[in-house]
């Protein structure tokens, strides 16, 4: 593995060389170096609140170490399903019960066993990480711009035409979340070895999120857009690069940002009128996710139905996508995408046996990743872990389907999976 690992890493580092010596790149980072030197020395950026602004959030241990604790994941679907207009069914209710019991089990308690000391840990080189990220948002740009092309329109002004979007066009698109991710990361790593101030690396941040909200709003996706922030997000708190109001802050920026996006879009679409309180399209939206886990949750009942074909349907080149096959299983439109929440693909597949057994490894991978995080600082780390607990935390909306986020999950299992093994055996 260390062999394939670093044959493609070489690989990797030749291309993200060559395009770093190419005029085009090198008048780019010139002016964004411009830009950063004025933006450190601006006037104006004194007249930006000091991290002392509202200073009595700090005072709150957990706003100041625990936000983002993997068993925000649960805070979050309860405060969806708090959402809903409608009541659950009593079986619902028992498989929720069952799925936050052994999501806590997984992420607070088995993590205690594991890695107590840190002798352990892979360690991987900043340059390394740093072409991977590059070379990620690079391709991301290449079929933003072909995506464009295949629709021959931009979809946040011609809403109509984003459904004439391509997966295997767009799909290529979201590789700019794990390619931020690793960028800011690497960021991150230069803050630490002070090699850039803390004022640099905020405007590196603010640089790559700019980049993220005009490539994903441009295509119109909401959920890409609300990931990049929240993750730029977590790794700036557990690098000590932004204050407790700001975390608090972007948190109501991404609330308002879900809200606005699908009030304008139901809009502009004539789901809804004018006169529609905002809210209520979030409302609404719950609801009726909540109604499609009602459902799933009756035919999946205790050993599933489908017994793993929605996750298999992942999968490109499957007859129908799990959010399809979700439409299907319910008897709804099998032509549109169904958002099944978190555990809907869990019990549909292998029912309320599935959400104990998933759920549990879930809040384990999400549980270990963050003991490592805290106990390394390691940049790297924070990253990873910061990829993984954001697509849980919009998962509880969408599920965890798309075969690019199954993978990171993959990713993230894999490296911790090896540190344990190594701790065990040495």
């Known amino acids: 593995m260390s062999f394939i690992y670093s044959k493609l890493t070489t690989f990797i580092n030749l291309i993200n060389d060559e395009f770093h010596k190419s005029f085009l790149f090198t008048t780019i980072f010139s002016i964004l170096a411009f830009i950063e030197d004025q933006w450190v020395n601006s006037f104006f950026k004194g007249l930006y609140p000091s991290e002392n602004f509202l200073s009595f959030l700090k005072k709150s241990n957990i706003l100041k170490n625990h936000i ?8 979050v679907f309860a405060a969806f399903l708090a959402l809903s207009l409608s009541p659950i069914s009593y079986s619902l209710t028992v498989t929720l019960i069952i799925a936050f019991l052994f999501f806590f089990i ?52 011609k809403p109509s ?3 004439l979007l391509k997966p295997a066009f767009t799909m290529p698109v979201f590789l700019i979340i794990p390619g931020t991710c690793i960028l800011a990361s690497v960021y991150l790593k230069d803050f630490q070895d002070k090699t850039i101030t803390r004022s640099q690396v905020r405007f590196r941040f603010l640089i790559l999120l700019i980049i993220d909200v005009g490539l994903l709003l441009t295509l119109g996706y909401r959920t890409p857009l609300l990931a990049a922030l929240l993750m730029l997000i977590i790794i700036a708190y557990y690098g000590n690069i932004i204050a407790v109001w700001e975390v608090v802050l972007g948190g109501l920026i991404g609330v308002g940002a879900i809200i606005g996006i699908g009030y304008f879009r139901s809009i502009h679409e004539l789901t809804i009128s004018k006169a529609i309180d905002p809210f209520y399209t979030l409302k609404s939206r719950a609801d009726f996710t ?52 978190l555990i809907g693909q869990m019990v549909a597949d292998f029912g309320k046996v599935g959400v104990a057994v998933e759920m549990c490894l879930l809040g384990f991978i999400l549980g270990i990743g963050f003991k490592i995080m805290q106990k390394t600082k390691d940049y790297f780390y924070i990253g990873l872990y910061s990829l993984i607990l954001t697509y849980a935390i919009l998962g509880v909306e969408t599920g965890i389907l798309d075969i690019q986020v199954l993978f990171y999950f993959a990713v993230a299992i894999f490296i911790y999976f090896t540190i344990i093994l190594k701790s065990v055996f040495n």
């Open 290 to 341: 909540l109604h499609v886990l009602n459902l799933l949750d009756v035919i999946g009942g205790n050993f599933g139905t489908t017994h793993g074909q929605m996750l298999a349907s992942s999968i490109p080149g499957s007859e129908l996508g799990p959010r399809m096959m979700v439409g299907k299983l319910i008897s709804w439109r099998t032509e549109v995408t169904v958002t099944p929440t």
């Open 106 to 157: 997984g992420a607070a308690v088995l993590p205690r066993f594991f890695l107590n000391d840190m002798k352990s840990i892979l360690t991987f080189k900043r340059k390394d990480i740093y072409s991977i990220g590059f070379c990620l948002i690079l391709v991301s740009i290449v079929f933003f711009f072909i995506s464009i092309a295949s629709v021959g329109g931009i979809p946040i002004l």
């Open 68 to 75: 983002f604790n993997p068993l925000i994941v649960l805070i």
């Open 161 to 163: 035409i984003r459904y």
